[in-house]
């Protein structure tokens, strides 16, 4: 069984994805050729943003809009550290502070009062201006943005949404990458709408901002190709990149809804037993992983090692708070700063999730997760 079936989904819509990649090779335009721009304006009539600058990764896009947002030395940036490293490792490779704030208990995303919190005390503090946020839509289960918004407002800070696993998620009507003022997106293959090979994009309704995106992704290009007005990067999505998106967005509405569907089984099938992500009302995850919490870390050996050897794979996303890790060890954090992502990185473990995923395997993984309780009981 795979963890994500990605040769499954090839060979369904293989015809299309190989001439969408033959036609690149015909017109030969690499760098920025008509695919890309065919994809942005694709994406952002899809997330219902005004504006979508493609970018060469997941990463990039964080990193393209902290420096359009001019972040660096002297600014905290809040955001969660139950996350992938990219979400901080941005803000610290940019010369400003990464100020983490602890998650809700039963959504594993950025708890909205204790940010609330961090950034009164941080604007005590003399060395540091407090300047954006970077809430994470974790597992694709958009973060609580009705309060982190109010909060940006509150105290003027930019809001820039990772929303790297979290591409067509909603709350109520607004889609994931919508919220705040910038969203970020990764297609990294693993991803819900994941390319094959990396990938990423911006979205904005700031028409400044937007103009600055396309700058930055070009070493800060100016009005002409060697007129550079800023500091940039090559941030640039490949055109065969972008023609494979394209074929692969005509099938993620469905790909979504079988998503959502095998969530619901498993959620069906486990929840008396397992704590799985809840979903606040009105909110929809794009289920990037299906997560649940042990009740300690032998119950989940027990149950990652049951699966292994019956041939089922299952990871852990992430055995490790980014406070804890050796990368941020400048920042002085210790364990014990933030308990509820210790005590879930402790418990978490994420089974295979992927739109082919058929109800015998669901029910197989199930059985044997359910088995496991009895072994600890
Ligand atoms: C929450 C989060 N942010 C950012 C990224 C970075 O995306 P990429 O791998 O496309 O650079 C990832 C990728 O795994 C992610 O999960």
Known sequence: MQFIDLKHQY????????????????????????????????LAAYTGRKHCISCASGTDALLMSLLAQGIGQGDAV????????????????????????????????????KLEFAIDDCQSNAELIPKAIIPVDIFGLPANYEMIEKIGNKFALCII????????????????????DIGTTSFFPAKPLGGYGD?????????????????????????????????????????????????KLKIFPEELS????????????????????HVPEGYESAWAQFSILALNSRERSICIKKLKDSGIPAAIYYPKPLHLQDAFSDLNYSTGDF?????????IFSLPM?????????????DILLSCKEIVQ
């Open 339 to 347: 308990p509820v992502s210790e005590s879930i990185s402790q418990r």
């Open 11 to 42: 060979s369904i819509i293989k015809p299309h994805i190989d001439l969408a990649i033959k036609k690149v090779l015909n017109h030969g335009q690499y760098i920025q050729g008509p695919e890309v721009f065919e994809l942005e304006a694709e």
């Open 199 to 247: 990938g990423g994009a911006i979205f904005t309704n700031d028409s400044e901002i937007a103009g600055k995106l396309i700058s930055i992704r070009n070493h800060g290009q100016g009005k002409s190709k060697y007129n550079n007005i800023r500091i940039g990067l090559n941030g640039r999505l490949d055109t065969i990149q972008a023609a494979i998106l394209l074929e």
């Open 78 to 113: 809040f955001t969660t550290p139950f996350t992938f490293i990219a979400t901080a490792e941005v803000i610290q490779l940019l010369g400003a502070r990464p100020i983490f704030v602890d998650i809700v208990e039963d959504t594993f995303n950025i708890d909205p009062s």
């Open 161 to 180: 949404e990772d929303a790297a696993q979290s591409f067509g998620g909603k709350i109520k009507n607004k889609k994931a990458c919508s919220f705040g």
């Open 258 to 277: 079988q998503r959502i569907a095998i969530a619901k089984k498993y959620s069906q099938n486990l929840n008396q037993y397992f704590t799985c992500q």
């Open 354 to 366: 992927h739109p082919y995923l058929t109800n015998d395997s669901i029910n197989r993984i199930c």
